[in-house]
């Protein structure tokens, strides 16, 4: 069975034959795939002229081997794995200087190549990371965002003591802050959403309305004058693009994590006044997808508070629009069920 994208917004589901997996590949029962916003951005057509209708998207998962191609030795069946959905070619300037996760000419595979809403998905064997046996595997799906967050604040150079805001409270937002705060940082989320900043207030943060309160003059006073170590842009919003650096300290960091759609407007005095470092941070290393376990398996991630809702493959299309009406942190597909009461 696969969770299909039609175009015009439409979802279908489809009961396909299993494929034996060819040389090199594992066949993995996919246990669950989370949605997130760049589904929602296929959903939307923002990414048709990149996706292949019908399209198997979802990059979120967890799952069990089922079988083994030809020359697979180092994984057996019944193991429990989670895919890191890049591919590179290897050969373009970007990897040649050991950067193959931001290569020239990458694949993402669940948009430029098929993705886990399907039972039954062929994988190169290359792209598998292991999961230990005692992770549930609902909260193991959460492996590929929890890395988003663990290669933002690494290649934020976040420090134990630092003080920093993330703006933006949805599942990226909340995960970078819990990473952060995690690594020693002090850490404050600046969110417009009312459902969200409640959510994330329960994970214990600081959360600030944007439209309720002067961020900048709240954040010179939290760090006594300075301005915040780091900053994390995570909201895809121009406002917040255009305010990140009033928050900033002198010789601090803006991390650019959302996916902006469009070029934005920057503050380039604010800047060169306080010789401002502005970092893009996009994807993951093989590192940041085995760290991500690692806080999961220790209970770092609080997976429960941040997995909002769980649905059947079959309700695929009703939880893209409960996340789409801004509903849910977090909702994976449970893909082995048929139905609201399997």
């Given at each position: 069975m696969t969770a299909?994208?039609?175009?015009?917004?439409?979802?279908?589901?489809?009961?396909?034959?299993?494929?034996?997996?060819?040389?090199?590949?594992?066949?993995?029962?996919?246990?669950?795939t989370g949605i997130c916003g760049t589904d929602l951005h296929v959903l939307h057509g923002n990414m048709d002229a990149r996706v292949r209708v019908p399209a198997i998207t979802g990059h979120e998962m967890s799952g069990v081997i089922d079988a083994l191609g030809e020359g697979v030795t180092d994984w057996r069946v019944g193991d429990h794995v989670t895919v890191?959905?890049?591919?590179?070619?290897?050969?373009?300037?970007?990897?040649?200087?050991?950067?193959?996760?931001?290569?020239?000419?990458?694949?993402?595979i669940g948009l430029d190549s098929p993705g886990a809403l399907q039972r039954l998905w062929n994988v190169r064997a290359d792209h598998l990371v292991a999961l230990p046996r005692e992770l549930p595997l609902d909260h193991a799906a959460l492996t590929e965002p929890v890395a988003v967050a663990v290669h933002d604040v690494r290649r934020a150079g976040l420090a134990a003591g630092d003080r920093a805001v993330v703006i933006g409270g949805g599942p990226i937002g909340a995960l970078i802050a819990l990473?952060?705060?995690?690594?020693?940082?002090?850490?404050?989320?600046?969110?417009?959403d009312a459902g969200r900043r409640a959510a994330v207030a329960e994970l214990g943060f600081e959360v600030l309305d944007p439209r309720a309160t002067d961020q900048a003059a709240w954040v010179t006073e939290w760090t006594g004058g300075a301005g915040a170590d780091v900053v994390f842009?995570?909201?895809?919003?121009?406002?917040a693009v255009l305010g990140a650096t009033d928050l900033v300290k002198v010789r601090g960091t803006l991390v650019v994590v959302a996916i902006h759609p469009e070029p934005r407007p920057v503050n380039l005095q604010r800047v060169f006044w306080r010789e401002l470092r502005i970092l893009g941070a996009r994807v993951y290393q093989r590192a940041d997808f085995e760290r991500a376990v690692e806080l999961l398996a220790n209970g770092v991630i609080p997976a429960d508070r941040?997995?909002?809702?769980?649905?059947?493959?079959?309700?695929t299309a009703r939880a893209f629009a409960t996340l789409e009406a801004g509903q849910?942190?977090?909702?994976?597909?449970d893909v082995a069920a048929k139905g609201a009461d399997a």
């Open positions: 299909n994208y039609l175009g015009s917004r439409e979802i279908g589901i489809r009961e396909t034959e299993p494929e034996p997996p060819g040389p090199g590949q594992v066949r993995i029962g996919v246990a669950y890191m959905p890049l591919e590179w070619d290897g050969t373009c300037p970007a990897c040649l200087a050991g950067n193959e996760h931001v290569c020239q000419n990458l694949t993402f990473v952060a705060r995690h690594a020693g940082a002090e850490v404050v989320v600046v969110e417009i842009e995570v909201s895809g919003a121009a406002a941040i997995i909002s809702r769980v649905e059947p493959i079959t309700e849910a942190m977090k909702i994976l597909i």
